[in-house]
Nanobody, 123 residues
Framework: VQLQASGGGLVQAGGSLRLSCAAS????????MGWFRQRPDREREFVAR????????YYSDSVKGRFTISRDNAKNTVYLQMNSLRPEDTAVYYC?????????????????WGQGTQVTVSS
């Protein structure tokens, strides 16, 4: 397994969760990392991205100001801190690795994917 996401669960609206994605060294090294989510009956959508060194982040408008992506390269792990959760954030969340240098929000540009972790936000 190259990417392993964890940390999902059930939380009330307004609550917080932190997702983690552990990667193999080969998968993580020099890769930008992204989080995506897929809600029922919808296509997979971009949530956040962080570059290899962690100095550049990018968010979808729907999560900006509420979610924070970070990474610990010593641990080969990327995180997604999710605050002020809303029922519409309910989805399966996926982490993904991109070896490209150009910032992208397109899922098919990411070469490696984790198995997903379910986040459910109750109202």
């Amino acid at each position: 397994v190259q990417l392993q996401a964890s940390g999902g669960g059930l939380v009330q609206a307004g609550g917080s969760l932190r997702l983690s994605c552990a990667a193999s060294v080969r998968t993580f090294s020099r890769c930008a990392m992204g989080w995506f989510r897929q809600r029922p009956d919808r296509e997979r959508e971009f949530v956040a991205r962080i570059n290899w060194l962690g100095g550049s982040t990018y968010y979808s408008d729907s999560v900006k100001g509420r979610f924070t992506i970070s990474r610990d390269n010593a641990k080969n792990t990327v995180y997604l801190q999710m605050n002020s959760l809303r029922p519409e954030d309910t989805a399966v969340y996926y982490c993904a690795a991109d070896r490209g240098r150009v910032r992208t929000t397109i899922p098919r540009r990411y070469e490696h994917w984790g198995q997903g972790t379910q986040v459910t936000v109750s109202s």
